[in-house]
């Protein structure tokens, strides 16, 4: 029971974005906390990855805004500008694309306001009373083959977890600290818009030729521990695909960024508001729009089960109209469910992997997704994403004053400082990652309470939680730092002594 992190691609991989959700909104999450590797790329807090949706184990709160991280500077010629001959920049008509252009007064008044906001809806969300349970401990559930399997894993994708990481931080800092992208940029010509949209697709490509070979050193992990079951032509179409959707919103921001720049003075005022609808648009359509292009998606069948399941949804209280299968087995082995969109959008898919698991254990997943379901946590989360969005532009705006001389552009409004904004995008989503992770834990812990409450069976409910540590080789232990940084999730051993606890507070018979 995982939330929102990428068990395709890589389960272990580069979906963070992320995650990451990544931050246009929870669009869902996958149920078990599955990945680290490749983790957080340039740019991809703009768009929920694939495999990062709202499931039963990670995080919802990766739809926190990680989405814009708005900016504007005063024209300051620099090396950038000499290093590009016959380079004219557009004047705005109206904008003006200075960085006291809109006040930066007012701003800076709005942005700790929202901070306030976020934090209070993130505070009133959050349920930070969850049962716990006494010291986790791997030994008494699983054996020491197992135990030593999940270690060797981890240990085999540490390294390019952390390559992955320092990478992402070199190269945004890269971005957000020398006049590198500017002078990249600055070769580009043609209208504002054009070279707005070349400079996303020139900086996105460049980041992905470096990260190519790490993904393909997970992808080949995943196949050595038997995770993985895509050929490299399915793996790279996939990759391929996601990155498509990423740069596509990613697009739409910078579009529509430059040209609010362009027209009105405080730009920094829809751009916020503009992030907020982005990111709550994207994930009310994310599971009907994105979700089919890497998966396909079926009712599941009838029988007892689906029977079983719909029944247990009405006495929930929780609308459910259909319970969905994915397809997952083709890219796959890893074992998960999720939830994503909300209102007429709302969605519990059960990956087809997971249906090979004994009946009552495929419905207490089902009862962990009814939770995030009962408490609108996709929902939550896309508000708490949304104001973080708008967040994010208003501090872009303040921002980019004290960068744009060592990047050598002259204000938001040129179209060579797409690459900054993209490079202040990624170290934002990393500064709010562990906040963001916090926030997910918290609420995976109320979704596995709420599974208990309904079913009753915490025998039960600790034989699922072993068959997806097991399956899915999760970290029986991690370390503090790995903690910190990617578990949106409690861990296995966590999530079965708080079991325990409940079964003796509610005086059920102690598994």
Sequence with gaps: MDDRRDTDDAAREDEVTDGAMAAVGAAGHPDEDTGRSERAGLGEAAVPRDAERLTTGETVASATGEAMRGEAMRHVPGDA???????????????????????????????VLLGLVILAVAAFSTPWQVLTGGPPDPARDFGAAQIARARAFDAATTLPSYLSLALTIIIAGILVATPFSARVLGRLRGPWWLRVVLGALAITALVEVIRWPLGMWVETILRDYGLSTQDWAGWAGDRLKNLGVEVFLLCVMLLALVALARKVRRWWIPAAVGAFALTVVTSFVYPVVFEPLFNDFSSMRQGPLRTNLLDMAARDGVPVEDVLVADASRRTTALNAYVSGFGATRRIVVYDTLLQAPQREVELVAAHELGHAKYDDVLYGTIIGALGAGFGAIALFLVLKPVRRRTGVTSITDPRAVGVVMGLMTLGSLIMGPAQNVISRHIEARADVHALDLTRDPAMFIAMQKRLAITNISDLSPDAVEYVLYASHPSGPERIAMARAWAKLNGVPEP
């Design 81 to 111: 500008e000499r290093a590009a001959p016959g380079h004219r920049e557009e004047v705005p008509v109206t904008g003006r694309g200075g960085e006291d252009g809109g006040g930066r007064r007012p701003a800076a008044i709005a942005l």
